[in-house]
């Protein structure tokens, strides 16, 4: 099992910067890939970026530029750094860790609860 936690969501003005953090604990050795999904209301959840075990990040086309993904291996933590933020970021932000190989997921998805981030304009 893996557990995860997001902390760091909160009320920002447009053009705002926000981080999110996932502390990850459990059966780390399991998964390849920690991702950030987000779900706005009246909305399909999305992938938000992702990062793998090597450090390759991949970005949804609506964040690129303005958000990034990153990892420290010490302290099993995985980051959303959120920049020039649109009312359209606003949504519940969720931590994924998943075991990806060649773009199919084997095993168990792990989620964390989610936290929300407003986007004021």
């Known amino acids: 099992q893996v557990q995860l936690v997001e902390s760091g969501g909160g009320l920002v003005q447009s053009g705002g910067s926000l981080r999110l953090s996932c502390a990850a604990s459990?059966?780390?050795?399991?998964?390849?890939?920690m991702s950030w999904y987000r779900q706005a209301p009246g909305k399909e959840r999305e992938l938000v970026a992702s990062?793998?075990?090597?450090?390759?990040?991949n970005y949804a086309d609506s964040v690129k530029g303005r958000f990034t993904i990153s990892e420290d291996k010490d302290k099993n933590t995985v980051y959303l750094q959120m920049n020039s933020l649109k009312p359209e970021d606003t949504a519940v932000y969720y931590c994924n860790a998943a075991l990806i190989v060649n773009g199919l997921t084997y095993g168990k998805n792990y989620w964390g609860k989610g936290t929300l981030v407003t986007v004021s304009s």
């Open positions: 990062i793998t075990s090597g450090d390759i990040t």
């Open positions: 459990g059966s780390l050795f399991s998964v390849n890939t």
